[in-house]
């Protein structure tokens, strides 16, 4: 079964204004990640939290993890036209070597 | 140093036709993975090789699909007798480590008519 689930599945909001989004698991795992697509193309790494960490930025990206809740957050603020993509959440549980995404946010930014 | 690259960026197959999707990854990187996207859903794994080596395959299909990494040249996904419901985006991600750090290819989409 899928490891990773995204909330929402859709989100729509104005250029400027922050966008959330969440993501849920669940097994323990040693690293979550987020990733960015744009629309018929390939993944983006955006940031890596480690199992162990509570909240990691980059630029205008905030992450947080829950390893308590089995969730994570993806925080990107100042939203621009360009950040139009979905957004993936990716766990590697313990032991396993690979990893498995979430369902996708499919964000768009209105200018 | 070149992304990792993937050819054909399109494929359009007959039902009963065999696909076979090409994946060169980033200089330097032993380890080769496979996705498959099916439209407005996450990547789900398919397989995971090294140089000559199947790692785990759990994510494959039982029949019908096969994969390789052989020691020179690209990794290939072989997709026999396609059908229909094989429409999809595959990826291929590679790395020099293993599963933390995957680089991702810009994807082969396949439509099966």
């Known amino acids: 079964s899928q490891q990773g689930e995204e909330d929402p599945q859709a989100l729509s909001i104005q250029e400027g204004e922050n966008a959330t989004m969440n993501c849920s698991y669940k097994t323990s795992i040693n690293n979550l990640q987020w990733y960015r697509q744009n629309s018929g193309r390939g993944l983006v790494h955006l940031i890596l939290?480690?199992?162990?960490?509570r909240e990691k930025h980059s630029g205008r990206l905030r992450v947080t993890l829950d390893t308590s809740k089995k969730s994570s957050s993806l925080l990107i603020t100042a939203s621009r036209a360009a950040d139009t993509a979905s957004y993936f959440c990716a766990t590697d549980a313990l032991g396993a070597q690979k990893l498995v995404f979430g369902q996708g946010t499919r964000l768009t930014i209105n200018p | 140093n070149a992304g990792v690259m993937q050819n054909p960026r399109h494929l359009v197959r007959r039902r009963g036709q065999e696909a076979r999707l090409r994946c060169s990854p980033m200089?330097?990187?032993?380890?080769v993975y496979w996705y498959r996207q099916l439209p407005e859903e996450g990547l789900k794994f398919m397989v995971y090789l090294q140089k000559e080596n199947i790692i785990d395959e759990s994510g494959m299909p039982k029949e019908r699909f096969s994969a390789e990494f052989p020691k020179e040249g690209p990794s290939i996904l072989r997709i026999q007798q396609v059908v229909r419901g094989d429409s999809a985006a595959y990826f291929c991600?590679?790395?020099?480590?293993?599963?933390?750090?995957?680089?991702f290819g810009p994807g082969t989409r396949l439509l099966v008519l």
């Open positions: 991600a590679s790395s020099p480590m293993g599963w933390m750090d995957q680089y």
């Open positions: 939290i480690r199992s162990n960490e």
């Open positions: 200089k330097g990187h032993s380890h």
